[in-house]
């Protein structure tokens, strides 16, 4: 099946190079190469693909730097920190655009550039009226951490230094991650939890019922690298980091994806008997291009936007339809057009209809053609085509989205399995999409009912 050029546009976004390049803004002190190689990792806050786009507060710094700089970056994603630490080593990469650790391990083979951040490790609870406050209120309580991880042997060593009490309950699971404790503390599946303060303030956005003011380690400071063959980037580097741009734009990255919500607010308008929306009339004009009852596509914007065309998301996404930058310039919207109503829904049928055509081979029905199309939207196609691959390695069965694909799609939030090499596209925080289909369906059954009662 040949893919659209649209398709083919969104997919290419994705692609672990990454190429900018705009007017000079400044002389340029050092001789930096034309094209920087760039080394990371995929994470939730360093480097990631969502709806077509990539993001992550590495990632949108270390592009400041180029733009400044006025040259290219190519990205190279290992595996793990060792398969980065080597392509540092053996020239593959410039610099690390990761949080590396500045401990004497590192500091004799790197060189630390850049702005350096401080995190600890954080006790999780839920917000109560009996909040821990002091380590030694961890006598008698129970603590859930990972198996054989760093947080494990520093609540060890923090129980021997109060002298006993904590209890201590290991987790493993072959699907668990570390945020996966923080959702179990928030739903009140465990009580107490211990993660990375980055890790934390991430999942704050997602939980808010959380608290995560307990330190319970020392402070450990990190930042990027370089070899020290390449001390003149870390210079360049280093004079980047203090200029007020950078620095403001330090600030603002650290509030889009640590302290903003990742959900919505509410909205409330005035409707006739029978309406769903402000915008019903719209939706009835585009929805017969491509098959779909008009209600589905009120569906998709009620999840989206609760039909506010103002809302713009931690990510970026504007409109009605939450486009993302990309994805409304593959489908030939202006900028200033992306919060009006009609062209943001008119663009996002245009990109279902191409979702339809990717996904129409690979699936058993209209309904389940919809479901993957829907994920997609949500997700961006490449994290849904990286999810059939993994169920059909793994015995699921990569036509049918609940209980199969959609299963595969949450195996993306874990290093296990969005490095397999049957993934593309790294990284995803699965949950969202996961709880976004059946959320989708169930606004679109509550708008049929609704409808009928004019």
Request: proline share 4%.
């Amino acid at each position: 099946m040949r893919l659209s050029g649209k398709i083919l546009a969104l997919l290419c976004l994705t692609c672990l190079i990454v190429g900018c390049r705009q007017e000079k803004s400044v002389q340029q002190e050092f001789p930096l190469p034309d094209t920087l190689f760039v080394g990371t990792l995929y994470s939730p806050t360093s480097f990631f693909i969502y709806k077509n786009d990539t993001l992550g507060y590495e990632y949108e710094r270390i592009m400041d730097f180029a733009r400044s700089k006025n040259i290219h970056v190519a990205f190279r994603v290992a595996s793990n920190m060792n398969s980065m630490l080597q392509m540092l080593a053996d020239g593959s990469v410039h610099i690390l655009a990761y949080e590396i650790p500045e401990t004497a391990e590192f500091k004799d083979s790197l060189t630390h550039c850049g702005l350096s951040n401080t995190t600890y490790q954080v006790l999780v609870q839920r917000q109560t009226d009996s909040i821990l406050t002091d380590v030694t209120q961890l006598v008698g309580r129970d603590v859930f951490v990972e198996r054989n991880s760093k947080y494990e042997s520093r609540l060890q060593n923090l129980n021997n230094e109060i002298g006993g009490g904590i209890n201590i309950h290991p987790f493993s699971k072959d699907t668990l991650i570390t945020e996966d404790l923080i959702e179990m503390v928030s739903d009140g599946d465990i009580p107490l939890a211990v993660v990375d303060s980055d890790i934390a303030r991430l999942n704050r956005t997602y939980y808010n019922n959380i608290n995560i003011d307990l330190k319970i380690s020392f402070p450990q400071r990190s930042s990027w690298a370089v070899s020290h063959t390449n001390k003149w980037l870390a210079d360049s580097v280093n004079a980047w980091a203090e200029t007020s741009t950078a620095r403001s734009l330090s600030k603002e990255l650290l509030k889009r994806y640590f302290e903003l919500s990742k959900g919505l607010p509410s909205v409330t308008f005035s409707l006739k008997p029978g309406e769903i929306s402000p915008y019903d009339s719209i939706f009835r004009k585009y929805a017969p291009t491509i098959g779909w009852d008009w209600k589905m596509l009120a569906a998709i914007a009620y999840t989206e936007s609760q039909f506010d065309p103002t809302v713009v998301s931690w990510a970026g996404a504007r409109g009605i339809m939450q486009l993302m930058p990309g994805t409304a310039r593959a489908y030939g919207l202006a900028p200033e057009e992306i919060e009006d109503p009609e062209c943001s829904v008119k663009a996002a049928v245009a990109s279902i209809k191409d979702l339809i055509r990717l996904f129409e081979p690979k699936v058993k029905s209209q309904d389940e053609l919809i479901r993957f199309v829907l994920a997609a939207y949500n997700s961006g196609a490449g994290h849904i085509l990286d999810a059939i691959a993994l169920a059909e390695k793994h015995g699921k069965d990569s036509g049918i989205w609940y209980d199969n694909v959609e299963e595969a799609v949450m195996w993306k939030s874990n290093p296990q399995y969005y490095n397999d090499p049957v993934c593309r596209f790294g990284y995803f925080r699965g949950k969202q999409t996961v709880s976004y289909v059946p959320t989708v369906e169930n606004h679109y059954l509550n708008f049929c009912t609704k409808s009928r009662k004019k």
